[in-house]
């Protein structure tokens, strides 16, 4: 027996065992870095807060990165004193409220920023467990803003901007970089806007902003502050993003991919089947659900703004289950009604769309089974209805609606077009007055306060135009019935507009251009033709578009009639006017794709010394 125990090999190896790599690649001739280190997420956020720390001590030593006023008000930041406190007020998911519109944000504590930061009330936001730490400094290329500044313009973003569209719910700086470099970028991007200490820093940021952002969104997987990034800048877009070069229909397209990919449309802030194994998710429910709610109300405005097909529709109950089957407008306020509205646009832009792919026009029927299903739905959300903006809301989903009356059968009688071109003109009418009265120094009663159409999305100004254009329209055509002293009311119109401008060069400033010169010369102009849109399939800005085409087309009219008389010459000629300088520079100056891509009317042959490119000048 202990013979052939013998004959067992020991399982002890009589060889020691290391570290060592096999012969192969002991050979190999590769060189090898020793010093090389494997990156991970740790070692990346340790070298991030080496980077922060630089940037901290630069900021505090070199003198000339100080905020103080300087000649070329460079980084004039607000004057130093100890930060305000901005933690977050604690609340469960989607919380239960007395009904509010808009909430507002804790009122600042510093009293030496109170000029500047005016006192608010309250908000609800994302809960945190984390201590409330200094705001650091933060740099994006050669612009670094301190934390003085990042809180001015957090602050102003947060009490002006985000009630409109309350998609954010973190707003502690440091957080939000932590969270999203881009995110942090936008809010400082859109709330320098109107509030800019630097006059360079906005310019700086349109040009190397959108840069980054087109980097962040071709790298799929997107979390969920990247995608808020995505929708604040198509909320608020940069103001010289013309109609056919506004990247907002494709951001809005990139944020609906990621938040399908995420599971948002679950109302869920992490889902179990829609789990990533390349994001950390860290999302709540109550953040799923203002995102994924502020997509669906996004991709239907700029749908209906750009004339395209209705999106997908998404509009779920998803956020809706999470809060407990209760109503929107009740655990989102004003949010939720805007959310309500646009999915009814959503469901009549589909209805109207399949109508005029068979017939190229509306008919009255179908306008009054619109009208009736509209009636429907203001009825269900009559209770929710009790300020100014929320009814400025379903008065823009009204306007919308009743639009598509100017697409009619080419049969339908001029008694019937008039009439409903005059429904239109009034509903018109009272979303100027209601944007007047929400633009004034008390603001809804104080809920939106002064200057509202400074912070108001995009939509909310596309809204404004659409509603001027068919004023304009029906007063130049004749349609408007009962009107006494129509230069009153032009007068009132064009003053809203006014109020729009944010920005020389935007939209806004082009629309008043265009209409100050329309209104002038209209007794040149002559009376319109009916407000019959040509652009039927353009559905929500049918009118808009519509309206621009037969005014450019007039005014062409009248400027090349007018230069044929002044080259005949002789003692009959008419002399150069005004008025036609007036025409003339529109005709040169304006870019009209500003607010109109339609092109089929302007000179698409170019000629060599434009490169090939369309002239906006037709020959005369």
Same mark, same amino acid.
């Given at each position: ?7 067992? =090999? ?25 010093? &090389? ?27 000339? %990165? ?18 305000? +406190? ?160 506004? =990247? ?143 009814? !400025? ?5 009204? %306007? ?12 339908? =009688? ?35 306060? =002064? ?9 909310? &100004?596309?809204?404004? !135009? ?14 408007? +019935? ?40 209209? &007794? ?20 808009? !578009? ?24 002789? +003692? ?49």
């Amino acid at each position: 027996m202990s013979g052939k125990a013998s004959l067992v =090999p020991d399982p002890t190896p009589t060889r020691i065992r290391r570290n060592t790599a096999c012969t192969s690649c002991r050979d190999s001739k590769c060189v090898v870095d020793r010093s &090389h280190k494997r990156t991970t997420r740790r070692s990346k956020l340790e070298e991030l807060e080496k980077e922060m720390l630089t940037i901290k001590n630069a900021v505090q030593n070199a003198p000339g %990165l100080t905020p103080s006023p300087t000649p070329h008000g460079r980084l004039t930041g607000p004057a130093s004193g100890p930060s305000p +406190d901005l933690s977050p007020t604690t609340y469960s998911s989607l919380p239960e409220r007395p009904r509010a519109s808009l909430p507002a944000l804790p009122s600042p504590q510093n009293p030496e920023r109170g000029a500047r930061l005016a006192p608010a009330t309250e908000v609800y936001l994302t809960p945190t467990s984390e201590p409330h730490q200094p705001t650091q400094p933060w740099a994006l290329g050669s612009k670094v803003l301190p934390g003085d500044e990042v809180e001015y313009y957090f602050d102003h973003y947060f009490k002006h901007f985000h009630p409109y569209f309350p998609t954010v719910r973190i707003r502690e700086p440091n957080r939000v970089y932590a969270a999203s470099p881009i995110l942090f970028w936008t809010i400082i991007t859109v709330a320098c806007r109107a509030y800019a200490c630097d006059a360079e820093l906005f310019s700086f940021l349109a040009q190397n902003l959108p840069r980054e952002v087109w980097a962040v969104a071709m790298t799929p997987p997107l979390d969920l502050p990247a995608i808020n990034a995505l929708l604040v800048l198509s909320a608020w877009p940069f103001p010289s993003a013309n109609n056919s070069s506004d =990247p907002s229909s494709s951001y809005v397209a990139i944020a609906m991919n990621a938040s399908l990919m995420l599971g948002l449309h679950t109302g869920r802030g992490a889902h179990r089947e829609f789990s990533n194994v390349y994001l950390h998710r860290t999302a709540t429910d109550e953040e799923a659900c203002y995102t994924w709610t502020g997509y669906n109300i996004l991709a239907q405005r700029i749908a209906s703004i750009n004339g395209y097909p209705p999106p997908a529709g998404f509009f779920n109950e998803a956020a809706s289950r999470v809060s407990g089957g209760q109503p929107l407008p009740e655990t989102m306020g004003y949010f939720g009604l805007l959310y309500e509205a646009q999915k009814f646009c959503n469901r009549l832009s589909r209805s109207v769309l399949a109508v005029v792919e068979d017939a190229e026009s509306v008919p009255d029927a179908v306008l009054r089974l619109l009208e009736d299903d509209f009636s429907r739905v203001r009825a269900t959300l009559a209770r929710h209805e009790t300020t100014e903006l929320e009814r !400025f809301t379903l008065l823009a989903a009204q %306007l919308e609606m009743q639009t598509y009356a100017l697409a009619p059968v080419a049969a339908t =009688p001029v008694a019937t077009l008039r009439g409903n071109v005059n429904r239109l003109y009034g509903t018109a009418q009272q979303v100027v007055e209601a944007a007047v009265r929400l633009d004034g120094e008390d603001g809804d009663g104080g809920r939106t306060g =002064p200057r509202f159409l400074v912070h108001a999305p995009y939509n909310i &100004h596309r809204t404004v !135009f659409d509603a001027v254009a068919v004023v304009f329209d029906a007063l130049m055509s004749g349609f408007a +019935d009962g009107v006494e002293d129509p230069d009153a009311e032009v007068r009132a119109v064009l003053a809203v507009v006014k109020r729009c401008v944010v920005r020389e060069g935007d939209l806004a400033s082009w629309v008043l251009r265009l209409l100050e010169t329309c209104w002038g010369v209209r &007794h040149r102009l002559g009376v319109l033709e009916a407000p019959v849109t040509e652009c039927p399939r353009r559905v929500g800005a049918l009118g808009a !578009f519509g309206c621009v085409k037969r005014w450019r087309r007039r005014l062409d009219a009248l400027r090349t009639e007018r230069y044929a008389q002044i080259c005949q010459g002789g +003692d009959d000629a008419p002399t150069v006017t005004a008025e036609d300088v007036a025409v003339g520079d529109l005709m040169q100056d304006v870019d009209w794709a500003m607010l109109m891509d339609v092109m089929d009317d302007f000179d698409w042959e170019g000629s060599a010394k434009a490169g090939g490119e369309p002239s906006l000048l037709m020959p005369g």
